[in-house]
């Protein structure tokens, strides 16, 4: 164990963990909008946002940018990577709705029990992954460079590059206007009317089944946009892609105290922040191993995860 | 006839909460509906407002069949229930819990201010509250949310169940002041109760419900002398 890095690193590392953290925060929000709603929790989330990936991936190729060998102009950069993130938010958003229509509106409307909804939603998840590693040839797929990533400034160790700019202010820029659509325009009000009380939000008139698609429907559109910000920081997607980082946006999701929006947010950056720091010091191949043991850890001695239920409030 | 209930019967799996019961309300009155645990009372009202299936009979509401009408879109139509437990969203602040009760209209944002303010005038108490999370409001506070909130959707008959359960006395008699205020502006009311007294007194008309089965209907003030009813839901008979 090499603590010594972790000091001349941190701000780097700090960086970092807020960037892969922000990204987390943006998939993790659709484990929690899913779980608030249906109290299910959506496993297949994983593969709407590996599914984002490869919608980008896709443009790219289309685009004719692979092997792309000198970086974009910035204005150009923008606007290709703006078409990126909408594509795959759409993609990634009407796949999620589609899923839920598909995978458990039927069960849902049988009153069948939660676990028959969870199996069918690790059935679609194993479709998905299945379907993705026949059709990509189980390959890793890269993506071009379309950016340069030359640090704009520093501060310490920590190099602020343009992706990692650009992710940030996407990312915090839909988490607000993510509150705005949950608490100011009717349908997010039906969302957070159904996830506090479903039996009432009925007698209020509140169309449930087009709020839980409102719901899949924002959950996806987010992990669409994660996705985009996920390639351009990663460059390289798999089939697979989605195992990990749906386990770790989970994590996070868990560890604020799911259904809680709030929590999945701060849930994700401790993520991020922790993944970032336990990598150096007990080195990179730890990290996934840190991930499932704050999960256990987390589901063992504290369920209702940082916020638990005290900050009832602050639920969906 | 405002609400007309046929024959209605409804049933949890095999057991048979309400067995064949008829029941209506003109435009503009009153009627109560008092009954024993068990009666069956939140049962016709969560059919009323469609969370339930009956097995059978017609309701009719302004002389439409709604079987039909999905149970959200029946706060359209003028149907709106406060329901047992009151069902306040408890994450939702006072003001946004009130905002719900307009959800069904798509321009629910429309005169939206005016609304909350027929309300508070109502319930005074209620604006001093209004940015306090509905979770945290008192008993009482969340009955007038709840009644509050209810008549947010403009109803032409609101469905109460059980508005003075668990409230001090005091408390039950401001409740029962305002059923009757907001049937002076036109609401027709179906009140679900236990305190058989205040609502017999209260109602115009009224219906005895026991087991699934109305036993006894008339005037609330002439059921209030009835021997029989004495006996059994206001402990003061022979
Ligand atoms: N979900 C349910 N499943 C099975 N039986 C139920 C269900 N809900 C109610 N019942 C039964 O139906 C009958 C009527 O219940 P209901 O809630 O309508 O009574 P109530 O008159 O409202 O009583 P209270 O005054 O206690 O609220 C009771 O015997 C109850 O046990
Ligand atoms: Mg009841």
Not at chain 1, 2 to 16: N, P, R, Y
Not at chain 1, 40 to 55: D, K, P, Q, R, W
Not at chain 1, 161 to 175: E, V
Not at chain 1, 233 to 250: C, D, H, Q, R
Request: aromatic share 10%; net charge positive.
């Amino acid at each position: 164990m090499d603590f010594s890095i972790l000091w001349t690193e941190f701000f780097g590392l700090t960086l970092d963990g807020i960037v892969v953290g922000a990204i987390y925060a943006l998939v993790s929000l659709g484990y929690t909008l899913v779980y608030g709603v249906l109290r299910l929790i959506n496993f297949a989330h994983s593969e709407i946002f590996m599914i984002g990936t490869f919608t980008s991936l896709g443009l790219s190729i289309v685009f004719g940018f692979t092997g792309l060998e000198e970086p974009l102009g910035i204005v150009l950069f923008l606007l290709v990577f703006l078409v990126m993130a909408l594509a795959s938010g759409i993609v990634s958003g009407m796949s999620a709705v589609l899923l839920e229509f598909v995978a458990y509106r039927r069960l849902r409307r049988r009153g069948a029990s939660r676990l028959s909804s969870l199996i069918s939603a690790i059935g679609a998840s194993f479709f998905l992954v299945e379907f993705y590693r026949l059709t990509t040839e189980s390959k890793d797929w890269d993506f071009p460079r379309m950016l340069s990533k030359d640090p704009i400034f520093s501060i310490s160790s920590a190099y602020f590059t343009l992706d990692k700019i650009i992710i940030l202010l996407g990312a915090f820029g839909l988490m607000f206007g993510l509150d705005r659509i949950i608490n100011k325009t009717r349908l997010g009000r039906g969302i957070r009317a159904v996830s506090q009380d479903e039996k009432t939000a009925i007698l209020m008139g509140v169309n449930v089944d087009r709020v839980i698609s409102f719901t899949f429907l924002v959950g996806g559109v987010l992990a669409g946009f994660a996705s985009t910000f996920y390639m351009l920081f990663y460059e390289s997607t798999k089939f697979n892609v989605g195992f990990l980082l749906g386990i770790s946006a989970f994590t996070a999701a868990v560890l604020g105290g799911i259904g809680n929006i709030r929590g999945a947010l701060v849930g994700s950056f401790v993520l991020g922040l922790i993944q970032q720091y336990s990598s150096v010091v007990l080195g990179y191949n730890w990290r996934d191993v840190v991930t499932f043991v704050i999960l256990v850890f987390v589901l063992l001695f504290k369920p209702t995860g940082l916020f638990g239920e005290a900050l009832q409030r602050a639920r969906v | 006839m405002l609400l007309e209930i046929n024959d209605l019967k409804v049933s949890y799996g095999k057991i048979q909460a309400i067995k064949g019961i008829s029941l209506n309300i003109k435009a503009g009155e009153i009627v109560t509906l008092v009954g024993a645990n068990g009666a069956g009372k939140t049962t016709l009202l969560k059919t009323i407002s469609g969370i339930l299936k009956p097995a059978a009979g017609v309701i009719k509401f302004d002389g439409k069949d709604i079987q039909g009408i999905a149970p959200h879109n029946r706060v359209l139509e003028g149907l709106c229930q406060a329901p047992e437990g009151r069902g306040i969203f408890p994450g939702m602040t006072v003001l946004e819990n009130l905002e719900m009760g307009k959800y069904a209209r798509k321009d629910w944002k429309s005169e939206l201010s005016e609304d909350i303010e027929r309300i508070y005038t109502l319930f005074p108490r209620l604006k001093e509250r209004q940015s306090q999370a509905g979770g945290t409001l008192s008993g009482g506070e969340q009955q007038m949310l709840s009644i509050g909130r209810a008549l947010m959707s403009r109803p032409r008959l609101l469905l109460l169940d059980e508005p003075s359960m668990g409230l001090a006395p005091m408390f039950i008699q401001q409740i029962f002041k305002i059923i009757r205020e907001i049937q002076s502006q036109g609401v027709s009311i179906l009140l679900v109760e236990q305190n058989a007294a205040q609502a017999l007194s209260c109602a115009n008309r009224a219906y005895i419900l026991e087991t699934g089965n109305i036993v006894k209907e008339g005037a609330g003030k002439d059921l209030l002398n009835d021997d029989a009813i004495k006996k059994a839901y206001l402990g003061t008979g022979a």
